[in-house]
């Protein structure tokens, strides 16, 4: 196990202005599981391959445990991955695919079949171990991809969307297999996903990252509480957070600006954002006047869409509500639920 260290870590494209990861400066505890996510293209899981030394790194440099590894081969570098497409030799066995690294690596027969059944217990895979991956289903040939890394006994796991080709009700089984299976292992993982619903599930802390450079790493809890900009504030949270623009003297009832954020401001408009949970439904002439347009019944929740002068927002309600489409509602938010972001550079104002 290690620590992991990225340092002002660069890497750049042949063509591309922009780098794919821009000055990469985060710190991963030894046995922490941290998430990279963030949309399409934000350099996720380029960042991910250069701690595995399948990409270059153009500046800076990055650590695993006490060793510089910026110029050493993924085969020095002990890590051990795990792709969304499995990578499974169709050919071998469940225990013959598990144990190939390690009869690679001359490990005798008694060693490796000891530790295939550890592993394969460890998955829940030991009624399965003659069978050929065809004959699994999806979730079980990502747990003998990951049975296979962990017969390796690395210093880092590293996983690469290793849940995107499942169906919905396996990703949420499976993704609770893996976080719990790396709090027993205690192995320094770096898990990258697009589904910031994963990532708020899994990580100790996640990382988001935009365009390539990180915007902010902080507990699950950390970032839905308090991001650190507007892209982080839309980003976290299903549904999305309502974002909603005034100025600094035209904002809505129940939210004001503290003399010291009132200081921060570099312009006159704020970004006011309020998650969807975080609003209180009021006669409409106390409060911000809403049109309720569709209504999403999910049984313990309901979830309103209502038309506002500027905008659409999503509100949370107690489930089987009796609010219906056409009705005029007022909205306010809760005591200190609001958001305050500066329209002009999208940071989080101060509390």
Do not use: W
């Given at each position: 196990m290690a620590?992991?260290?990225?340092?002002?870590?660069?890497?750049?494209?042949?063509?591309?202005?922009?780098?794919?990861?821009?000055?990469?400066?985060?710190?991963?505890?030894?046995?922490?599981?941290?998430?990279?996510?963030?949309?399409?293209?934000?350099?996720?899981?380029?960042?991910?391959?250069?701690?595995?030394?399948?990409?270059?790194?153009?500046?800076?440099?990055?650590?695993?445990?006490?060793?510089?590894?910026?110029?050493?081969?993924?085969?020095?570098?002990?890590?051990?991955?795990?792709f969304q497409n499995y990578a499974l030799y169709p050919h071998m066995s469940v225990a013959e695919n598990i144990g190939f690294h390690l009869k690679i690596a001359g490990m005798n027969k008694t060693d490796r079949e000891k530790k295939v059944r550890e592993a394969a217990e460890l998955l829940d895979l030991a009624q399965y171990l003659e069978r050929k991956p065809a004959k699994l289903s999806g979730g079980q040939r990502q747990r003998v991809a990951m049975g296979r890394a962990i017969v390796r006994?690395?210093?880092?796991?590293?996983?690469?969307?290793?849940?995107?080709?499942l169906d919905a009700k396996l990703r949420v089984q499976t993704r609770t297999q893996i976080a719990s299976l790396q709090r027993r292992l205690g192995t320094t993982t770096i898990y990258v996903t697009h589904d910031q619903v994963e990532a708020m599930t899994m990580g100790d802390r996640v990382a988001v990252l935009k365009e390539g450079v990180l915007q902010q790493c902080d507990t699950p809890i950390g970032l839905f509480a308090r991001p650190a900009n507007v892209f982080v504030a839309g980003f976290i949270g299903s549904p999305a957070m309502n974002l909603l623009d005034f100025t600094a003297d035209t904002l809505p009832s129940g939210v004001g600006l503290t003399p010291a954020q009132r200081s921060a401001l570099t312009g006159p408009d704020v970004v006011v954002g309020v998650r969807p949970e975080a609003w209180e439904t009021v006669n409409p002439v106390d409060g911000l006047e809403a049109v309720v347009e569709?209504?999403?019944?999910?049984?313990?929740?309901?979830?309103?869409?209502?038309k506002v002068p500027n905008g659409v927002l999503t509100v949370r309600t107690p489930g089987m509500s009796p609010w219906q489409r056409g009705d005029r509602i007022g909205l306010k938010v809760k005591p200190d639920q609001a958001h305050l972001f500066d329209t002009a550079t999208g940071d989080r104002l101060p509390d």
């Open positions: 620590e992991v260290i990225f340092k002002d870590a660069t890497r750049y494209f042949a063509g591309v202005d922009r780098p794919a990861v821009n000055s990469l400066n985060l710190d991963v505890p030894d046995g922490e599981f941290l998430v990279l996510v963030g949309p399409s293209g934000c350099g996720k899981s380029t960042s991910l391959r250069m701690l595995a030394g399948l990409e270059g790194v153009d500046k800076g440099s990055i650590h695993i445990g006490e060793r510089d590894v910026t110029e050493v081969p993924p085969a020095g570098r002990d890590i051990a991955m795990v006994e690395p210093a880092v796991f590293l996983m690469d969307e290793p849940l995107s080709n569709v209504v999403e019944e999910l049984g313990s929740d309901q979830y309103l869409y209502c």
